[in-house]
């Protein structure tokens, strides 16, 4: 599912993804800046641990190595703290980024806020910082398969120029 302009929301297909910083599980400040020059899967979740939570995860973790083969960085946002974050990422052997948003803003900006947890959200950001799609529905046991393969299928494609 991508965003259409006339949708409310705070985020649009072609504008320049925001940058951030927040606190990994390793306690260390990441910023999306960080990994300019990459593609990146920007992936909100509710909470760790949960059945959801898990299963999209463990989705990334299972097929991470292709991700990782076609230059696209993987990051995971949700309200828990870093070390709630890292216990579970430790417990389910994810190999890519977990960050805190415990204040909530940064899933405000991307329009993921939710009250008491942020809504399940995805953003492929290409290359050059500007925001490709934007997934709202997510099929939780096809999710991580279905946006490799729209960004490998973006990759063959001719650039648009936004």
């Known amino acids: 599912y991508i965003a259409k302009a006339n949708e409310k929301n705070f985020l ?9 910083s927040l606190f990994s599980t390793e306690d260390k400040m990441v910023s999306l800046s960080d ?30 190595d292709q991700y990782k083969n076609n230059n696209i960085v993987v990051i995971g946002v949700s309200y828990d703290s870093p070390s709630s974050l890292l216990k579970f990422k430790n417990k389910h052997k994810l190999p890519f980024y977990l960050l805190s948003d415990k204040d909530k803003i940064v899933s405000k900006l991307y329009g993921a806020n939710g009250f ?3 809504k399940r959200m995805t953003f492929y ?12 529905k997510i099929n939780l046991n096809t999710h991580a398969t279905e946006i490799l393969n729209s960004i490998i299928d973006n990759k063959k494609k001719p650039k648009k120029s936004y």
């Not at 910082?129 to 997934?135: F, L, Q, S, V, W």
């Open 116 to 118: 008491f947890f942020p």
């Open 125 to 136: 950001i290409g290359e050059n910082g500007k925001i490709y799609n934007i997934y709202k």
């Open 35 to 64: 990994f300019r020059g990459e593609n990146i899967v920007l992936y909100f979740f509710p909470k760790s641990d949960t059945p959801g939570w898990k299963k999209q995860a463990c989705g990334f973790r299972d097929i991470y």
């Open 12 to 20: 649009l297909i072609g504008m320049d993804a925001p940058d951030f």
